[in-house]
Structure formats: structure tokens, C-alpha cells
């Protein structure tokens, strides 16, 4: 999925309401803001030698857009699709549709809330999930993908 000497790209993408954070009830998902998360992820993937590219909608559609234009260029996908999580079988099909590496993220510990947020409808097509960790999530989940990407690389050679 990459050219020789590029680096493998990560496509970070952020469902709705996830661009209010900061403000946005700060005790679930600590302070930091979208930007500040995405720059945590950013220099996490430069540190693996991964490049970042993010994305953040409130409509479903532009994630599944960006899942699709994905396929075949980004070798993972680092999802925290907010709400859209638990009920949007669509952004399930797209994920199932996208053979790379694919970690879901949540700052919150989505199982220890409210039962709607329970289900995961995205779970059984990804390849792992970081939940609970607030902002460190991001570096980790990051550092998720590298190990699954090398690992991946290893079984092709
Ligand atoms: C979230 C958890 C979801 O249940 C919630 O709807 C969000 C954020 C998280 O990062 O903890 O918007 O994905």
C-alpha cells in the first residue's frame, strides 16, 4: 500500500460532536481540544514512521467517503466515531469494505456508561479497540496501528 521510501499513511477520523472537544463535558473526555488530540496522533505516527491524515464530520456520509478513498492508499484507519459507534451499520459496512489496519478509540470507557452505549456496531470489523484512556488513547491507538501495519508487512515479505 506504499510506494518504496513513503511512509505508510493512518487516516484518523472523527464522528460527530468531536470538534466541541474541550468544551464539551470535560469530566467524560478530559480538556484537550481536537486539534491539540490530533497533534498527539500526528507526532506519535512520525515517531513510527507512519504518516497522519485526519478527518472530522458530523455527517455520517463524509465518513464513509473518506473510509472509501481510503481503500487501497492508507495502509490504517484510527476511528472514534462518536455516537454514530453504536448505531451506524452503514459506517460498519464501510469499515468491513476497507482491508488495511483498523483500531477503534474512544476517550471515554464507552462499556462503563450508559447501556445504548454498550453495543459497538463496529467492533466486529476492526482489529482492536483502545477505550477509556482519554487523551493518551490517541498515542496508543496510534502505536496500535504501527504494530499491526509491521506486523502485516512481515506476513507479505
Ligand atoms: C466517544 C464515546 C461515545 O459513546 C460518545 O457518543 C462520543 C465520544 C468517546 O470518545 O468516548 O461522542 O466516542
Redesign the pocket.
Known sequence: MTARGERPVVLLVHGP??NLLGERDPTL?GTATLDQLVAAATAAAAEAGLELEHVQSNAEADLIEAIHRARGRCAAIVV????L??YAWSLHDALAAYDGVKVEL???N?SA?EPW?HLSVLAPVVDGTIAGFRADGYPLAVAAAARLIRRAEQTEA
Open positions: 460532536n468531536l473526555y472514534n466515531a462518536g455516537a459507534t453504536h474512544h476517550l471515554s464507552p456508561r452505549r
